[in-house]
């Protein structure tokens, strides 16, 4: 992460009003620094990671699993606003993924596994992209990829809703 | 109390309300302000998983409303507004360190 970094994501936790103001104002500056980055590159990032970025909020989604066949890298996720909607995200990698633990301390640590922040950049290959996500658990992954493909899902069958098909 | 001491000292601001709430389906982030309730209210919400939101003119005041509301049920993250990843209408939040995502 380059612009909502671990660190940036701890001096927001602390509660007094004058950190928090402070912490504000600089998660504010990320924010636009960021937002100039992706004006600059939008015309250079693949179409489906632009399609990533229009079409998904995966703000507070719960993390179900990630796992990987390379060159397939996949994150299943659940919704946290209703209707809770199954969201998978598939990616067509270019490198091995890296999966840091421990990026932010455990006392700011939150669980479930969720979604927190994201940032698209470029790759270093051609027509590829980077795709940085924080978690709230403390994790960090980041994938070069050269696309990926959103896919939501209507569930048939869930084994953590006692085993009851719950659509058809 | 602390709500009341950050918003007393300005006695042209008026306190903060706050709402029952859910949220807008559709990707947008946006907050579904519905009837007003009072903290100890907001609070029995909140150990219910069920959302809440503050509004009012004084952000600071509305604000630390929110972390009242949040710690009376537990340890709390906070989570500041982020129009990529949450919506465009998606506002700042406090939630539980140690359940399933709900806002207030």
Known sequence: MKYFTPELYVRLQRLDPRVMDAADAQWEQAGERYERRLKSIRSKLPPSALAMLGQTRLHDAEVLWIGHALPFFAILLRLDAAPRTTIGLNYFVVEPARFDEGTIPAEFCGSPMQWMYDEIDLGAEAHSFKHSILFSNGCHLELAAREVHVANFDTVYSGSNGGVVVSS | ?104
């Open chain 2, 1 to 104: 109390m602390a709500a009341n001491q950050a918003a007393g000292g300005d006695a042209a601001q008026p306190l903060p309300k706050i709402h029952e709430a859910s949220r807008a389906t559709g990707g947008s982030g946006a907050v579904i302000k519905g009837s007003e309730i009072d903290e100890a209210h907001a609070v029995i919400r909140r150990q219910r998983g069920e959302d809440v939101v503050v509004c009012g003119d004084n952000l600071a005041a509305n604000r630390q409303t929110a972390i009242n509301v949040e710690l009376a049920v537990g340890p709390v993250l906070r989570q500041p507004k982020h129009s990529y990843s949450a919506g465009p209408q998606a506002l700042p939040h406090f939630q539980q360190k140690n359940a399933a995502a709900r806002r207030t």
